[in-house]
């Protein structure tokens, strides 16, 4: 009966047995050469390599010395060489040492000649010199984690591009521009802890038609950012490090921008305080997000002050179609602020604030969640407002860290909450975890 399944196995078409083997690691791969003579080198026609990471295929990646880590990339530039069909999809991560560059460099210009590679994922943590990325015209998918990037001279375009991820990257900004410009079929774009090589901070011109999603960390090393931007329906913005840093630099001209800009999106995020440099002084007073549905927010108690509330109540009111409202609270040492916090939520918050069109019309979920309870009067204030101001609120969720201590009163005077307005939303309060 094993002979019989056996030969089912070695019978099935070369085209399945190499769809088969992709789908394992690429020491799997070459294993199961084994299997039979007709198995011998149908590794080499995989088109999808992963080397590196945790589950690396090919033994010790680097973290036990020169002798070693020389090994590795050798080996791995020898699986490359082997390959004979086109590579479809490689995925490297390596921490590369200076006597190191060379190699990766080689394997990069082998990998072009090697055929349309449409995904590439390098976490390749470089301790000097940079990458000089080639042109991959067929790429489609390119992520980028802890390089530093130049473009060579004879760089054109990446004509089919439609996922950028540069996470942890150094580049100049003349390269970033030509990067950027030359991808106008990219619909996805992704940006954290840019830095450019020439020590100026960061400036970037996104003219990008077809762009839909965008996920974008603002912070010291980022001047200014222009977004042109037409056809967006995601965005989201994180600012440089802890809530409450104050590294950010620009960050209002950065969202007056992508704000004037972006108006067709239909989700935006706004994470670790950005809310708290928006600046509204530039903004036309009727501005509106005519197509926006769900707002997330993620703050700080500790750093809410009264220009905050009032670009929270601004975005409520520029945003007529708005149904879900997510909002997340730290509260990094919030006892040092807690009093003067409570004190100005309640004064700004708890009154009955008529003329806003989603409150009134659209706005009928809403998830508040907190990561421990000392800002529990901070989320009743919210509670109220919204009981009391939504009025085709239907859903509110409140929730709590499962690690808090805590304590019943605060939860009976945040379960009361909802009695003291006039809303009919049903309240949950519940633990999660954050």
Not at 206 to 230: A, I, S
């Amino acid at each position: 009966m094993a002979g019989e399944d056996e030969d089912r196995i070695s019978s099935l078409p070369s085209e399945l047995k190499v769809s088969i083997l992709a789908r394992l690691e690429v020491k799997d791969a070459i294993r199961a050469s084994a299997l039979a003579r007709s198995w011998r080198h149908l590794w080499t026609f995989c088109p999808r390599l992963r080397l590196g990471c945790a589950d690396d295929p090919l033994g010790d990646y680097g973290n036990r010395g020169r002798t070693v880590a020389s090994s590795w990339i050798e080996r791995a530039h020898h699986v490359v060489s082997s390959l004979r069909g086109p590579l479809l999809h490689f995925e490297l991560a390596h921490f590369f040492s200076s006597h190191q560059f060379s190699l990766l460099q080689l394997l990069l210009d082998l990998l072009l000649l090697k055929g349309p590679v449409k995904k590439l994922r390098l976490y390749c943590l470089l301790d000097c010199g940079a990458i000089h990325l080639p042109s991959f015209h067929s790429l489609e998918k390119l992520f980028l984690y802890g390089c530093r990037i130049v473009l060579p001279a004879d760089f054109r375009e990446f004509d089919r591009l439609s996922s950028l991820t540069l996470c942890s990257v150094q580049i100049s900004n003349d390269h970033l521009h030509l990067l950027l410009h030359s991808s106008n079929n990219l619909t996805t774009f992704k940006a954290f802890s840019i830095v450019a090589l020439d020590d100026q901070p960061v400036s970037i011109k996104l003219n990008l038609p077809l762009l839909r999603h965008l996920d974008f960390q603002l912070g010291k090393f980022v001047e200014k950012v222009e977004f042109f931007t037409p056809s967006l329906e995601q965005a989201n913005f994180w600012s440089f490090g802890d809530s409450g840093s104050e590294e950010v630099v620009s960050v209002n001209l950065v969202l007056v921008t992508m704000v004037t800009s972006v108006v067709m999106v239909s989700s935006l995020s706004l994470h670790h305080d950005v809310l708290k440099y928006l600046s509204l002084a530039a903004l036309p007073s009727n501005f509106t997000f005519p197509r926006l549905t769900c707002l997330k927010l993620f703050l700080n108690a500790q750093t809410m002050d009264k220009r905050m509330l009032d670009t929270f109540i601004w975005l409520l009111q520029s945003m007529p179609l708005l149904k879900a409202l997510d909002i997340e609270l730290h509260d990094y040492d919030y006892y040092t602020n807690k009093d003067r916090v409570d004190i100005l939520m309640r004064e700004l918050l708890v009154n009955k604030h008529d003329g806003i069109s989603c409150l009134n019309r659209t706005l009928k979920s809403v998830r508040i969640k907190m990561h421990t309870l000392n800002s529990v009067m901070t989320i009743i204030t919210l509670v109220k407002f919204l009981l009391l101001n939504a009025r085709v609120l239907e859903i509110m969720k409140v929730a709590y860290w499962t690690g808090s201590e805590v304590d019943p009163s605060m939860l009976e005077v945040l379960q009361n909450a909802k009695v003291t307005t006039s809303s009919k939303a049903e309240v949950v309060i519940s633990e999660c975890n954050c």
